[in-house]
Every structure is written in C-alpha cells, then in structure tokens.
C-alpha cells in the first residue's frame, strides 16, 4: 500500500530534550516535506527536499533542521524544542511527475512543556 | 511566499445542499490543488486543476479556476454529513516550487 509514515504519533517531551520525528515513504517519491499546522495558522511549510542531499527552508525553518540521506527517509530533528514548537506536524511526498499531488503521513502531535 | 486564501473561513449547511468554497491567490501558477482534511488527520488530496484549465470534475466535486481573477471555486454537490471537514487550496509556481497552502475552510454537513 502507497504511504507515508510518521513515528512518533504522539509525543510529549520537556524544553531543550533533542527529539527526531521519523518520516518514510514508499512510492518512490523525489520531494518531501515538512508542515507544522497550528489553529488559526494553517499549515506552514518547515523544510522540502527536492531529492536525496538536496534540502532547503521553508516558511518556519528556525529550531529545526532536516536530513536525507535516502530517497524513502526525511526526519525532522528539534536540536532544543521550547513550547513554541507545541504543534501537529505532517511529512509529504510527492512525485514531480505526476504533478505535486501530495501524499501526506498521519501526523505527530507534539506537546513541548 | 505566494499564499491561496480560502473563503469563506467557515461553511454550515444541511445535508443535500451543495457547498461552494473559494480559493483566491495572489501570483501565477503552475496548478492549483484542493485537499481535504478530517479533524486531527492528515490531507487528502482531491483535486488537480492546472493553469490551463478552466473545470474539472471528480464525482461530487467540481472545480473552477479563473487565473484572470487569480481566483478557483470548489463545489461539492449533494453534500453528505461525511463530506465535514476542512478544505485546503494549494497552489505551486511554475517549476519545481513548493506548494503553499491556505489557512482552510471549515466545512459542517448537518444531517
């Protein structure tokens, strides 16, 4: 089945703890990408990747950082969370040949205290 | 970065009645998409509309982009209590740019 999959769903955690929410795919896909979606906000971009070693900042990139090192893979790492960063997160991928549908992952709510 | 807006920001109607949803955005395009997404869950892609098109259909849904106006509608028919959810427009830039989504519609289907 064509999916993405995000690991942790749900995580609570404290200030300054490093934390990696995992993102995979399975259709062979060259772009993904980060959202946070925060009430009232909408979903701002954080980080995409075009392709594997191939990243670059979206809307909200600050207090995060990315990596893809595989074409399946794309974690998004929070060096130094703080309660700014309290939001549900959402990966997606697309493929560029079929027009940037996006495919997007179940979510991560994560709670910063 | 170039933003769609939806409008209205939120939308009640009785079942059976049909909703209309606009999506209004302020640069030139390459496509324009509409997603839906269930309360706390993850989008739904539904439709693809691109700049050189003016309708497109897909079931109970159909949609409309006026790239004069910088403007697209959706339209869901026959709405179903099933249809409540929150709509997204995207849009992407011509080549291999980002899409950028808007703020949503919040959709309710009274049954």
């Known amino acids: 089945e064509a999916q993405v999959t995000q690991n942790p769903r749900y995580l609570i955690t404290v200030t300054g703890k490093k934390l990696t929410v995992t993102c995979s795919q399975n259709m062979n896909h060259e772009y993904m990408s980060w959202y946070r979606q925060d009430p009232g906000l909408g979903l701002r971009q954080i980080y995409y990747?075009?392709?594997?070693?191939?990243?670059d900042k979206g809307d909200v990139p600050e207090g995060y950082k990315v990596s893809r090192k595989e074409k399946r893979n794309f974690p998004l790492i929070l060096e130094s969370p703080s309660p700014n960063q309290t939001s549900l997160y959402f990966c997606?991928?697309?493929?560029?040949?079929?027009?940037?549908?996006?495919?997007f992952g179940p979510g991560t709510r994560l709670t910063v205290t | 970065s170039q933003q769609g807006e939806e409008d209205p920001q939120a939308l009640s109607i009785q079942e059976g009645e049909n909703a209309t949803m606009n999506c209004s955005y302020k640069?030139?395009?390459?496509?324009l998409q509409w997603y839906r997404q269930n309360s706390g869950r993850g989008l739904v892609h539904l439709i693809l509309i691109r700049s050189n098109e003016r309708e497109k259909h897909s079931g109970r849904l159909r949609v409309t982009l006026d790239t004069s106006k910088k403007s697209s509608s959706l339209l869901i028919t026959a709405s179903r209590a099933a249809d409540t959810a929150s709509y997204f427009c995207?849009?992407?830039?011509?080549?291999?740019?980002?899409?950028?989504f808007g703020k949503g519609t919040r959709l309710s289907v009274i049954a």
């Open positions: 997606a991928s697309s493929s560029f040949q079929g027009g940037y549908e996006q495919y």
């Open positions: 640069t030139s395009i390459n496509n």
């Open positions: 990747s075009m392709n594997v070693e191939v990243t």
């Open positions: 995207a849009t992407t830039n011509s080549g291999n740019t980002p899409l950028v």
